[in-house]
């Protein structure tokens, strides 16, 4: 496990704020150099840092002035970062997601006051046809610019920002693309190639894919249909690498996602964001994380991360929370110091 990438996700302020309603408090004092020096101090070596289209459109200098802080900071603790192009739920425009700017969406899916709306579930109607729409190319922002177009410019000011940075280890094109549609794997398969087409002039760095989430029944979906979403080119010569996302981790899960990987030219897996399951009231244990990163090390992954770091309590799943605050800092908990030390002890 020498060149194992150990880390967590790390959630962020300006590069995570919403668009359509109220913002997370505002985290303590030295937030991003308190967490990177426990990070360092934990042995973690690279972090997953999930960032947003919709952050960046609501405050571009606050969120690039964040963007940098945080590459500095990873720079001065020796600490890689995947930069990830979030998304959940597609965006706060729709509902309590985050990800796609109120840009792309509000010409298509008119709202009186979208922060009314913020806070209660999207629409499965409004989720499957933005994602149908974007899989299709006929989404076009405000000003008229392609959807596609729209993003990879977007991206490009990430890239030109951190590309250079010793710190930065690669870039996620998008995190957990979602279709509804079987025809849709190979359409992610064509925007993984129209974005790292051209991204890929701008850095040599690595990029990752994400699994494709999918609204199918999952008793049909084969390792072949997920296996599309890979570029059908590899004219670009940055390594690639295929981001797993298993909660928790499990012999079929895992699997599923080896046979994955194995159809797209077995190229490595990464573990971007585990943990021991969605169901409310979860907790986790030394001994869970132990039965988790042996199997993440049987099936070879190149890494991973576990969510999420962040200066906010998840009140519905304990497993999730990482730290505590401390006379006003930043600090790490039992679940952060349980899953350190498992890393430590595969590693040994």
């Not at 303590?28 to 308190?34: G, N």
């Not at 590459?71 to 001065?76: E, G, L």
């Not at 997920?226 to 012999?251: E, G, M, R, W």
Request: charged share 20%.
């Amino acid at each position: 496990m020498d060149n194992f990438l150990f880390g967590v996700n790390f959630n962020c302020f300006r590069c995570a704020t919403y668009q359509n309603r109220s913002n997370m408090p505002e985290p303590p004092d030295s937030y991003i150099d308190d967490s990177f020096k426990i990070f360092h101090e934990g042995g973690l070596n690279c972090i997953r840092i999930p960032i947003y289209w919709e952050s960046y459109e609501h405050n571009p200098d606050e969120f690039i002035k964040e963007l940098v802080h945080i590459s500095n900071t990873a720079d001065k603790y020796n600490i890689f970062c995947i930069y990830d192009n979030h998304q959940w739920e597609c965006s706060s425009y729709l509902g309590y997601g985050i990800g796609f700017p109120n840009s792309l969406l509000k010409q298509y899916f008119p709202k009186d006051d979208p922060k009314k709306t913020s806070m209660n579930p999207p629409s499965g109607n409004d989720i499957r046809n933005f994602w149908n729409n974007w899989w299709d190319r006929k989404l076009e922002t405000a000003e008229g610019i392609d959807g596609w177009n729209a993003q990879l410019e977007y991206l490009e000011k990430v890239v030109n920002q951190v590309k250079d940075s010793k710190s930065t280890f690669g870039f996620e094109i998008l995190n957990e693309p979602q279709v509804h549609r079987w025809s849709d794997f190979k359409n992610v398969g064509k925007y993984h190639y129209y974005i790292l087409d051209k991204l890929a002039l701008k850095t040599n760095k690595t990029f990752f894919l994400c699994w494709t989430n999918s609204s199918l029944s999952i008793e049909n979906i084969l390792p072949e249909e997920q296996a599309k979403v890979k570029p059908s080119s590899t004219s670009f010569k940055n390594n690639l690498i295929y981001d797993i996302h298993p909660y928790p981790p499990s012999i079929p899960m895992m699997t599923f996602y080896k046979a994955t990987s194995f159809l797209m030219d077995n190229i490595p897996i990464y573990a971007g964001e585990f943990n021991c399951g969605i169901k409310k009231g979860a907790t986790i244990n030394e001994s869970d994380f132990v039965k988790y990163i042996n199997l993440l090390k049987q099936f070879s992954v190149s890494g991973c991360a576990l969510w999420q770091w962040s200066w906010t309590v998840d009140k519905n799943y304990p497993a999730f929370n990482l730290t505590e605050i401390i006379d006003g800092k930043i600090s790490p908990n039992d679940n952060f110091r349980n899953f350190v030390k498992s890393i430590k002890t595969n590693h040994n």
